[in-house]
């Protein structure tokens, strides 16, 4: 019974972190739908979509989200229909800069601030599998075993028993969002302050 009780547990928490956490974002953007090119002049990826949606800057043409380069110059992104206009690009980024609404990606990317629900997710996760991945070192190697170090860190954690184990996952991706809520703020308000400055 404990066995079906762990499991049903454990599928909850799944189930969670899936509706909520990474599982919406998992189909925007993945390997299926992405275009490799090399760096930042290679052809742009169909996850980028609502970064670098724009003009050619050289030829004025307007760029489909799933042809062209991208290419990076000033902090902004721009997006060329072909590697001639790529190559006038590059020759001429000043001329072609300057181009009203060219300019697009990273200025709107960087004016924006980090999600918080995005970050606290994505730090709750990590240190979840880092907690994760730490139970089954120390199952598989008892002779290192690190569990020792990490104790305090935990309320009322014990090694190891089901109940612990869950508790620990729960306090680690608690611990995740005690991190983000304090310093996405911090970098929000950091980088509005680089801004006005």
Not at 11 to 24: E, I, K, N, Q, V
Not at 103 to 125: F, N
Not at 140 to 151: E, G, I, Q
Not at 178 to 186: K, R, S, Y
Request: charge should be positive; proline fraction near 4%; charged fraction near 15%.
């Amino acid at each position: 019974m404990s066995g079906l009780l762990s499991f049903l547990l454990f599928g909850a928490l799944f189930f969670f972190m899936m509706r909520f956490g990474c599982g919406p974002h998992a189909g925007h953007g993945g390997h299926a739908n992405h275009r490799h090119g090399s760096g930042s002049d290679g052809p742009i990826e169909s996850g980028q979509q609502s970064l670098t949606a724009g003009i050619d800057p050289v030829c004025g043409m307007k760029v489909d989200t799933e042809v062209g380069y991208l290419k990076m110059f000033h902090g902004k992104s721009y997006r060329l229909c072909s590697r001639d206009c790529l190559d006038k690009f590059e020759a001429e980024p000043d001329r072609y800069a300057a181009q009203p609404g060219s300019g697009q990606g990273g200025a709107t990317a960087m004016k924006t601030g980090i999600s918080l629900k995005a970050a606290g997710h994505a730090t709750s996760l990590f240190l979840l599998i880092t907690y994760a991945l730490c139970v089954a070192f120390d199952l598989l190697v008892p002779r290192y075993a690190m569990y020792h170090s990490w104790l305090g860190l935990l309320p009322g954690f014990h090694w190891l028993t089901w109940r612990s184990f869950f508790l620990g996952l729960i306090e680690s991706y608690g611990y995740g969002w005690f991190i983000a809520l304090i310093w996405v703020p911090l970098y929000n308000v950091s980088l509005l302050g680089r801004r006005t400055s």
